[in-house]
């Protein structure tokens, strides 16, 4: 079946920080992969997203690459803002799926300081 | 920008009560979705629903849950006799064009339900 494995949290920076937030999954198939952000009080929002080997999602700063022969997408940015202290999901979506289900991780909350 | 909607922000309820969650998809969007997190734990796939039919569920969505478009804006998910294990936030969520798992599913900001 379908898993996601991601970094547990939480996870403190500073301002200016490097980020990176692992994630690996399992798939019977290929999926397409994603990761959404849920600031405080609000719901989940697309950061980025890409649907096959080799590709590159980007957003905001934000960058994942797609890894098929290591079955990961872990997300960096190179220099963090108070502003991204954030939920970070990282969701594959099963291909199998009709209308394209997703996977969750458990969430890694991320805190940046000034 | 549109955005999808959900009310109540925070149920709370007796077990062995019947809840209904709402949810206001964006407007052009065909294809429906609920997912739910018990505190602490993953998001959780429960159902996805398109032209008035659940295409696909979960383990979790037994004979308590069900579904439904009951006009042309909402979307709703019942719980027919609600447990402790079902407190938990649910997310509602919605996308536009079938090209199936490429698409993006925009999410609401989910009701926390509480059981007591």
């Known amino acids: 079946g379908n898993s996601v494995t991601q970094m547990e949290g939480p996870v403190t920076l500073s301002e200016e920080a490097f980020l990176t937030i692992n994630c690996t999954y399992t798939?019977?198939?290929?999926?397409?992969l994603f990761w959404y952000v849920q600031y405080p009080g609000e719901g989940l929002q697309l950061l980025l997203k890409?649907?096959?080997?080799?590709d590159k999602g980007s957003n905001k700063g934000f960058e994942a690459t797609y890894r098929k022969e290591t079955t990961s997408f872990h997300l960096e940015k190179g220099s963090v803002q108070v502003s991204d202290s954030a939920v970070y999901f990282c969701?594959?979506?099963?291909?199998?799926?009709?209308?394209?289900?997703?996977?969750f991780g458990r969430g890694t909350q991320l805190t940046v300081w000034p | 920008e549109p955005e999808v909607t959900q009310t109540p922000s925070h149920q709370v309820t007796q077990m062995g009560q019947e809840v209904i969650l709402r949810c206001v998809p964006i407007?052009?969007?065909?294809?429906f979705y609920w997912y739910r997190q018990i505190l602490g734990q993953k998001v959780e796939f429960l159902v996805s629903?398109?032209?008035?039919?659940?295409?696909?569920k979960s383990e979790i969505f037994d004979d308590q849950f069900s579904v439904e478009r009951p006009d042309g804006s909402n979307f709703t998910l019942k719980i027919r006799s609600t447990k402790l294990e079902d407190s938990a936030m649910y997310f509602c969520?919605?996308?536009?064009?079938?090209?199936?798992?490429?698409?993006?599913?925009?999410f609401g900001p989910g009701t926390r339900l509480t059981v007591l």
């Open positions: 969701a594959p979506a099963d291909r199998g799926s009709t209308l394209g289900r997703l996977y």
């Open positions: 798939a019977t198939g290929y999926p397409s």
């Open positions: 969520a919605s996308s536009v064009i079938l090209a199936g798992p490429t698409d993006t599913q925009y």
């Open positions: 407007s052009n969007h065909l294809y």
């Open positions: 629903f398109y032209n008035n039919e659940i295409s696909e």
């Open positions: 890409a649907t096959k080997a080799d």
